[in-house]
């Protein structure tokens, strides 16, 4: 056996001393494994002692024997981190690993002639690890390409116009480097040390999963100097070459998703290419969803802190007039104001999507399920242009599948059925999107039967969800709406298609989730239409403020159809408990947001409610006592924490320009605990809920009111 | 005269640690456990430290973070044989300042603790 050239007579002799001592507690320690089993500190302990042999095996230059080490060591690691348990196979090849590490040492102290071949326990024990040990062979995944997004281009015009200098060194390691992980993390370190890193391919994220190629590149800014940079990238070991590539804030230095993923590894691209493609720029930057989550938090943030300063300069311009200094300082707060308006609407359009991206997904689905179901189908989506927050689209897209699922399957006849009653055989479905008082409605109309709602209310009273006496009594609308009932199957059977046990109370209740909400058209014979309604984002919601005892409330606008005074309307009390108010024929229970939300010490009594705001979720209307209205505005959604549980009748808060916070009332909810279907509703289908302007006249006309 | 602490379990890896440094002209003082490695920068106040990862009683990392407790300036090359890069880059982001592969080259020991002293 050939070692290496600087061991002497005396290293060899404590290095075998050490490995006796090392081997004596490997056999007693894999004995007492096999004997007691398995624990930590065994394990642990064993796993050290291996690992020290190997090293030291290593380092007097034994390569034989410290590749028996590492074959144990892995197997070792692999039970210590409890990928592996313990078993005889394990244990014998373990003690076969000690016999032959032993059999070298007694070789090197000239104890016994034969070297021993070690193939065969190296195999014995990879079989018993199982996987084989490449990790440190295998090349790993390739890091993505550097990623500048709007961040990282506003940094670096932030730093230019701070006079600062922005470097993009690409650092390529040897190719004998053994350890880029380590050696991109120490780049990477060095980088942010001695300035600001704002972007770098590897990421710090990949460098943890160890998908690391042999270039780093980055961007970064500092006070240093190239010169300097260069430098202390260059100390690193295994650092072969740091070039410098121009950092240009003209185009946006961004890289092309498509062309990157065919060049592929960095490894490839070249400093040359990297600079190409950093000249060359894009019009597109790709972003990171959640970075536009916080910004538009933060500018949320913002649009508080204006509204804030706006009011303590008008309190200031009130009681120091004509002083030059407050002057200047609303002008600069009209600015603020209007920059942050700017800003803000930036930001909601970044998060929009045009609502094609979710309906191009849906044209081969109606293909198929009109194909299986043998129904002749034309699909046509209208306004796939118009552009909806992208957590909106997240949020409608089971939804919708149920709702086209549901024409296919429910609404459209069969192509007999149809020429039957003098229809074209192709069905016509249209899924369409359009803008309405400042929500966007989607539309799922087909020209199939339309709702049969004697067969409705059979199916509700078969399932017992309603009483005959009851059903008997809706009107039509009413009867229409019956298919929200939760536990029902609107299928004559159950089929494949539609009976998946998601009924459309599931749908109402997701599209409520986001403050929206879904009405029904339907004509037997002629068709049906559902059509929702959504909010444009969901950052803010425009909302109704009341107050309610000591505290302020937001009720979103989409389920407020009006607000009336108590007083001026007839309030009866059945059952002792249930009050109900008759505006214009309709008997609407009033629920007293006091009983609710007890509004702690000096909070006004329940009796006091002088308003009532009408509210709307799907067919159940129910009218909410408050004490006073304010009138709409927007207000931004901060969701309450999970520390703050469910709170009941409660989806968020949001906080005011002066500092007050709002809860926001969940709606929906509310409704559906305490609400009852309107005894009359010939309105129902023309009241929808959508915010319009008659409502904000209405709204306001009531706060003329109370003035 | 710079004065390096050698921490290695194995008895073989500290003699070739301290013979090569001797040879370069450093003080050595040696400790062979995590706890005695703690204990002995407390008491010698090195000018740097060897540390190998992997040792009984207390780890190297653990021993990293103890000793970067009493001096948050201690410069610590971890020393380690080839295996896991994720223990390197955890020592790296505990305040190690380097790092040196087992079996070591005596030049790239020699230039990593120049680079500690320096």
């Not at chain 1, 007083?567 to 008997?587: K, M, N, W, Y």
């Amino acid at each position: 056996m050939e070692l290496a050239a600087d061991i002497t007579s005396e290293d060899l002799k404590v290095f075998l001393e050490e490995a006796e001592e090392q081997l004596q507690l490997l056999d007693d320690d894999i004995l007492r494994l096999e004997r007691d089993g398995a624990s930590d500190e065994l394990l642990q302990e064993i796993f050290r002692a291996a690992h020290t042999l190997k090293g030291s095996a290593a380092t007097i230059g034994h390569r034989n024997m410290a590749a028996v080490g590492h074959a144990s060591e892995t197997l070792l690691d692999r039970l210590r981190n409890g990928d592996l348990a313990v078993n005889t196979e394990i244990v014998t090849a373990l003690l076969h690993s000690l016999d032959i590490l032993r059999a070298f040492k007694e070789e090197l102290a000239g104890e016994a002639d034969e070297e021993p071949d070690i193939e065969a326990v190296v195999a014995e024990l990879e079989a018993a690890t199982g996987a084989p040990d490449d990790a440190d062979t295998d090349e790993p995944a390739d890091p993505a390409p550097l990623s500048i997004d709007h961040g990282v281009v506003a940094a670096i015009l932030e730093a230019e116009a701070a006079g600062d200098a922005v470097y993009r060194p690409i650092v390529t390691l040897l190719e004998s480097c053994e350890w880029r992980t380590v050696r991109a993390f120490q780049v990477v370190s060095e980088l942010s040390t001695i300035g600001t890193l704002l972007a770098c391919s590897p990421t710090s994220a990949e460098i943890e999963a160890d998908i690391v190629g042999r270039t780093i590149d980055a961007i970064v800014i500092t006070k240093v100097g190239q010169e300097a940079l260069e430098e202390t990238l260059r100390a690193i070991e295994d650092v072969g070459s740091v070039e410098f590539v121009e950092v240009s804030s003209g185009p946006s230095p961004a890289e092309d998703a498509e062309t990157d993923e065919a060049s592929g590894a960095p490894d490839q691209s070249s400093a040359e290419e990297t600079s190409h493609r950093a000249q060359r720029g894009s019009q597109t930057v790709r972003i990171d969803v959640e970075r536009l989550d916080n910004l538009a938090n933060m500018i949320g943030e913002l649009v508080i802190d204006r509204t804030r300063i706006g009011q303590i300069g008008r309190v200031l311009a009130s009681r120091y007039k004509d002083d030059e200094l407050i002057e200047s300082l609303s002008e600069t707060t009209g600015h603020l104001s209007k920059v942050v308006s700017e800003l803000q609407e930036d930001i909601m359009q970044a998060r929009m999507l045009p609502v094609g991206t979710v309906f191009r997904r849906f044209t081969r689905m109606v293909r198929d399920l009109a194909l299986s179901l043998g129904k002749q189908v034309e699909f046509i989506t209208d306004g796939e242009d118009t552009e909806i927050d992208r957590t909106v689209i997240e949020r409608i897209y089971d939804p919708l599948v149920h709702l086209l699922r549901n024409a296919i399957d429910h609404g459209i006849e069969s192509a007999e059925e149809r020429r039957a009653n003098g229809k074209p055989e192709t069905a016509t479905l249209r899924l369409s999107a359009y803008h309405e008082h400042g929500y966007i409605a989607i539309s799922v109309k087909d020209d199939g039967g339309g709702i049969d709602t004697e067969k409705l209310k059979q199916s509700v009273v078969a399932n017992g969800l309603e009483t005959q006496e009851s059903v008997s009594r809706m009107s039509r609308s009413e009867a229409v709406n019956l298919i929200f009932t939760p536990g029902l199957s609107t299928a004559d059977e159950t089929t494949e298609v539609s009976g998946r046990g998601v009924g459309m109370d599931i749908v109402r209740s997701n599209i409520e989730a986001i403050n929206g909400s879904i009405t029904v058209d339907t004509a037997i014979g002629v068709g049906t239409e559902l059509i929702l309604r959504l909010p444009l984002t969901l950052a803010t919601v425009n909302s109704l403020l009341v107050k309610v005892g000591k505290h302020d409330y937001a009720l979103p606008l989409v389920y407020v159809t009006e607000t009336i005074k108590i007083s001026q309307h007839t309030l009866t009390t059945v059952s002792g408990r249930t009050e109900l108010l008759t505006i214009r024929d309709q008997v609407i229970p009033l629920i007293r947001l006091h009983d609710i939300w007890p509004g702690g010490s000096g909070a006004g009594r329940a009796e006091d409610a002088v308003f009532a705001v009408i509210v709307n979720s799907g067919d159940k209307r129910v009218a909410l006592g408050v004490d006073s209205l304010t009138e709409p505005q927007e207000v931004v959604v901060k969701s309450l924490g999970g520390f703050m549980g469910e709170v009941k009748g409660i989806s968020g808060a949001s906080i005011m320009a002066d500092g007050r916070v709002v809860l926001i009332a969940d709606v929906a909810s509310l409704v559906n605990t305490a609400g009852r279907r309107p005894q009359r509703d010939a309105q129902l289908q023309s009241e929808a809920p959508g915010g319009s302007s008659d409502l904000t006249s209405a709204v306001a006309g009531n706060l003329e009111d109370a003035a | 005269m710079a004065k390096i602490l050698v921490v290695d379990d194995a008895a073989f890896m500290r003699m070739k640690a301290t013979r090569l440094l001797t040879e370069n002209g450093y003080e050595v003082v040696e400790a062979s456990t995590g706890a005695e490695a703690v204990a002995r920068f407390k008491s010698e106040r090195p000018d740097a430290v060897l540390l190998d990862i992997t040792m009984p009683d207390m780890d190297g990392i653990t021993a990293l973070k103890e000793i970067r407790a009493i001096d948050p300036n201690a410069r610590v090359a971890m020393v380690t044989a080839m295996g896991q890069q994720s223990v390197v880059v955890a020592a790296l982001k505990a305040g190690a300042s380097d790092f040196v592969v087992k079996p070591f080259a005596a030049d790239r020991v020699l230039n990593a603790v120049e680079k500690l002293v320096a």
